[in-house]
Every structure is written in C-alpha cells, then in structure tokens.
C-alpha cells in the first residue's frame, strides 16, 4: 500500500517543490516576456502584504517558487506558519533578483492565498465546537473537524496539509489508503453486513474502515456487524442524539451533510466523534494578499 503521508518538515518541502515546480512551468513556460524587460542584473526588495484576518500557510509553497527562480533570495517571514495576520499586515520581507521575484510573484501569491483560505476556514469551525457542553452519559468531548476528497485535482495534498494547520483532521488521502463504504457500495455488495464481511478481508492493508448509514437500521446492522467506524449521512439532531445513544461508545462516530458554521455546534454537541465538511477544500475564497517592490 502507498504509504500515508505523514506531512513531516522534509515531506512537506519536497511536496512544495514539485508543486511550485509544476506551477511555474505552466505560468512561465518558455520564459516571462514581461520580465524580459528588467535589467538581468537589478536587485529588488519587496514584501507581501495580507488585506485581511487570516491563518497563514502555504510558506513552503511561497518560498519553493521564489527559490527556484533564484536559490539566493531572501526571505523574512513575520508571520509565522499556522499564525493568525491582522489585516494590512506585512507577513513576508524579500530580496532579491528583480526578474524572479517579479515572474514568482503569482505563483507564489496564489499558493498563499488557497492554502491560508483552507487553514483560515479550517479554524473557524475548530473554534466553533471547542467548549461544547457535555453529554449526559459521554461527558465533554471536542469532535474532530475533518476533511474529504473534495479537493482540486493535483493539489490535495496541499489542501490536506491547509486543514490541519488549521487545527483540522485528515480523513483518508485517497482510494488508496482507507475504506470508505457508501450506498452504492452496499447496493452493489448485498447489503451492510455482507460489504462489511468482505471489507474485513482488507483489513491489513487499509488504514481504516467506515460504513455510510442513512438510517439507525442501519446503523444497529453495522454495530452487529463489527464496524469500528460509522458515517451518519444527513440524520437530523434527534437522530444523531439517538444515534451516539444506540453506538454505546462501540464506533467511532462520524457525520456528514447539512454542515455549516451556523449548524456545527449543535451537532458536535450531539456527542459525535468527528465531523466531516467538503467546504473546508471545496468551497474556499481566497485571501487577499498583494506584493509590493522597491529597488534597492
């Protein structure tokens, strides 16, 4: 099996160097013609400034695609990685070649932009359901605000990488690496207990495996069945309620659907395990970040 990444300081920087890689071979192409009218030799120092409240992150990212147009470009970041900026705070001193920071200077910009997004939305739904009060037989428990595939394609990993310097959880990377039984696959399978049966089969390789239910039918057919996670697709409060009532503490609970900032508390006060929303990858809008040049 592919191993799961582990987003240690090394992997993360040799991901932000394929990835700013790739990036400035798609803007850059053959050569910055616009560039092409700065003196070769010039020198600049510039900085980028962030326009709004944000968790920063995506540095790795940033600094791969400055480095890469010049190895000897100095960077002074005064806002550290997972730290929050004021709006117009200046959050990266730079120096260097003229043309390269002015051909990195997007490619640079729009990793930060996504990347803080995802961290700055991550966060708001961690602080969200921190404190929750507690559940009669449970006690307190914070759940875990976690991840999906909906990602934008070549960038997952990034993205991934966003949600938890936002205090956030992965879920699986890919179809690769967990299992993650949804409806068509139970049609498709016979029913929860047969899939469940077969899923066991594949316990070795996979890093874990989760049942989708609709319905506590369900969900007591999956208990009996041995799940060790569960997936409550769009249940109502008093389902949940009744849900984590029926569980016992036997699975770990997850929820899916009908999640927003205005809905997570509650439900996280329902005494579920981990809450899962596509919006953290999916429906993110940038941060506004500018960068300014002087010469030396």
């Known amino acids: ?24 071979q798609e803007d850059v192409g053959e050569g910055d013609l616009t560039a092409g009218l700065i003196d070769p030799t010039r020198r600049a120092r510039a900085h980028v400034l962030a326009r709004e409240a944000a968790v920063i992150c995506g540095a790795p990212w940033a600094q791969a695609a400055l480095q890469q147009l010049d190895p000897d470009v100095r960077l002074n970041w005064l806002v550290g990685e997972g ?10 001193e730079m120096e260097g070649s003229a043309r390269a920071l002015l051909t990195a200077e997007r490619t640079a910009l729009n990793f930060l932009q996504l990347l803080s997004a995802v961290a700055t939305k991550t966060a708001s739904y961690v602080q969200a359901v921190q404190g929750v009060p507690a559940v009669p037989g449970i006690g307190a428990k914070r759940a875990q605000i976690v991840d999906t595939r909906k990602t934008l394609p070549g960038l997952r990993l990034a993205q991934k990488y966003a949600v938890r310097t936002g205090g956030g959880t992965n879920h699986r990377i890919g179809l690769y690496d967990a299992v993650l039984i949804k409806e068509n696959h139970i049609a498709a ?28 039918a369900q ?78």
């Open 219 to 296: 969900l007591a057919e999956a208990l009996n069945a041995g799940a060790s996670m569960v997936l409550l697709d769009n249940m109502d409060l008093a389902m949940l309620r009744e849900a984590v009532q029926i569980n016992a503490g036997r699975a770990i609970l997850e929820v899916s659907g009908g999640v927003n900032l205005s809905t997570v508390r509650d439900i996280a006060a329902t005494g579920v395990d981990r809450i899962s929303i596509g919006a953290l990858t999916k429906d993110v809008q940038a941060t506004d970040f500018s960068m300014r040049f002087k010469d030396l």
């Open 189 to 216: 399978a016979g029913g929860v207990t047969a899939v469940l049966q077969r899923a066991a089969q594949l316990a070795p390789t996979a890093r874990f495996i989760e049942i989708e239910v609709e319905t506590l």
């Open 83 to 92: 730290q929050r900026c004021a709006p117009d705070q200046v959050v990266l």
């Open 1 to 24: 099996m592919t191993p799961y990444f582990d987003f240690s300081p090394d992997a993360v920087a040799a991901l932000a160097r394929a990835d700013a890689a790739r990036a400035l």
